[in-house]
Each structure stands twice: as C-alpha cells, then as structure tokens.
C-alpha cells in the first residue's frame, strides 16, 4: 500500500505563484510513474503533469509553459511548480502514484486564484 500526502495549495492573486509537495509512504518500492491531477467543481478530473520513474516529464497543454513538475527519488517525494497562475487554475490539485497497474491518490489541496 502507497500513502500520499499533499501540501502547499493557498489562495493566491493571478500572475502569482504556488508550489506544492506529494511525500509518499509505504510499499514504495517499483513505482515507476507520479503524476499531478485536478478537478475544478463541475469539471472532470483532468492530468496536470506527469513524471517516470527515469525522469521524463509530460504536461497538459493548458499549464505548458507554467507549470514544472520534479521530483526526488531518494526523499520519495513529488513537486508541481506553478507560475503565472490564472483563476482557470483553480481546482483541487491530486497527487498520485502508479506502481504497476494499481493507481494510488493523495486527499487533495486546494489551490484558489483571484482576479
């Protein structure tokens, strides 16, 4: 079993900037993909950004650009760096972890951006 816990949203102005955290725990061993999710009420669950285990990166066209996703293998840990936020942005942001063909999720954080 994989636990994940996320950190860092707020409440920012537009233009600003935010960064948020996933630590993973326990059965860690052989994930081979993090990724960030978001869902904005009414909307569906969309894929922010992606990352293997090798360090290859994906992201949505909507944040290209914006956003940059890291991560480090040694601390089991997950980052999304967000720039130049707009009020689309708004959503809960999901982490989550694939290891083999299980799927695991964090509970969310809330991320709000002004006009």
């Known amino acids: 079993q994989v636990q994940l816990v996320e950190s860092g949203g707020g409440l920012v102005q537009a233009g600003g900037s935010l960064r948020l955290s996933c630590a993973a725990s326990?059965?860690?061993?052989?994930?081979?993909?993090m990724g960030w999710y978001r869902q904005a009420p009414g909307k569906q669950r969309e894929l922010v950004a992606r990352i293997t285990r090798g360090g290859n990166t994906n992201v949505a066209d909507s944040v290209k650009g914006r956003f940059t996703i890291s991560r480090d293998n040694a601390k089991n840990m997950v980052y999304l760096q967000m720039n130049s936020l707009k009020p689309e942005d708004t959503a809960v942001y999901y982490c989550?972890?694939?290891?083999?063909?299980?799927?695991?999720w964090g509970q969310g954080t809330q991320v709000t951006v002004s006009s």
């Open positions: 989550s972890a694939l290891q083999g063909w299980d799927n695991y």
């Open positions: 326990g059965s860690i061993f052989r994930i081979n993909a």
